[in-house]
């Protein structure tokens, strides 16, 4: 059982997606097609190709849930296996209510790498547990079980072509940039010295990491077709 409706867009809004590896309940506010495909594939935004232009611009809300039975067979997988069934859960819901088709391919694209700039990355070391992503039109925070390769990906949505994690650094860390984006840069000139750099410099300047630019083999996610849902 599923409802989806269009969300109605508010001033200063957050895109939310609730759902534990425990149960049925799947919850999305705020959230594109992208975004939902992103979840459930676990695929980056910037590797979703072919998908309609009301897939990254149309909202929707989203309460979905199945029956008792389901969950009590949800309740008691590992949560890996739990987080897994979930997002089969959700392909076919996006299959049924967006009539969602993709394919997977590896292509050849520009890409950027995310490597140590020099000597010893700064890396703020934190060991609690959970996920938080705070990603703004002028900075990224990231704490997750493998933070860099969760900052690789945040980067891509903002430098416009895949990041692959060259860093070889696993772990969890609370990793933090902020930087001045071009937009900005360019309307104050030089009357805010004491704005942060750009985001590659800012990016080496403030965790030691640098963006190499390349080319390599990607695995993409190829949007065959999709319909807008119909609401209830």
């Known amino acids: 059982m599923a409802a989806i409706h269009q969300h109605i867009p508010e001033p200063h809004e957050h895109n939310s997606i609730w759902s534990s590896s425990s149960d049925s309940h799947f919850k999305a506010e705020n959230v594109s097609l ?5 979840w459930a594939y676990e695929m980056p935004e910037t590797r ?4 309609p232009g009301w897939a990254s611009s149309t909202y929707f809300n989203i309460d979905a849930s199945s029956d008792a039975s389901v969950d009590a067979k949800i309740a008691h997988l590992a949560p890996d296996a739990g987080k897994l069934q979930k997002e089969t859960m959700v ?12 394919h997977t391919e590896t292509r050849e694209l520009p890409v950027y790498e995310l490597v140590v700039a020099r000597g010893t990355p700064k890396l703020g070391d934190d ?3 959970g996920t938080t992503i705070n990603h703004g039109r002028d900075h990224i925070e990231v704490q997750a079980s ?3 390769a969760v900052l690789a990906e945040e980067l891509a949505k903002e430098v416009g072509r895949p990041v692959v994690d060259k860093t070889g650094i696993s772990g969890r860390y ?3 940039v902020r930087w001045t984006p071009d937009v900005d840069a360019a309307s104050a000139g030089s009357s805010a010295p ?5 985001i590659f410099t800012a990016l080496e300047e403030q965790l030691g990491l640098k963006l190499r630019p390349g080319k390599g083999p990607v ?9 807008m849902p119909s609401e209830n």
């Open 146 to 148: 493998n933070s860099v």
């Open 174 to 176: 609370n990793l933090k």
């Open 194 to 198: 004491d704005a942060p750099p750009s």
């Open 34 to 38: 992208i975004g939902l495909i992103h």
């Open 91 to 102: 392909r076919a819901l996006l299959a049924d209510r967006f009539k969602l088709v993709t």
């Open 48 to 51: 979703i190709l072919n998908a």
């Open 127 to 129: 060991k609690s547990n």
């Open 219 to 227: 695995e993409v996610l190829v949007v065959d077709h999709a319909e």
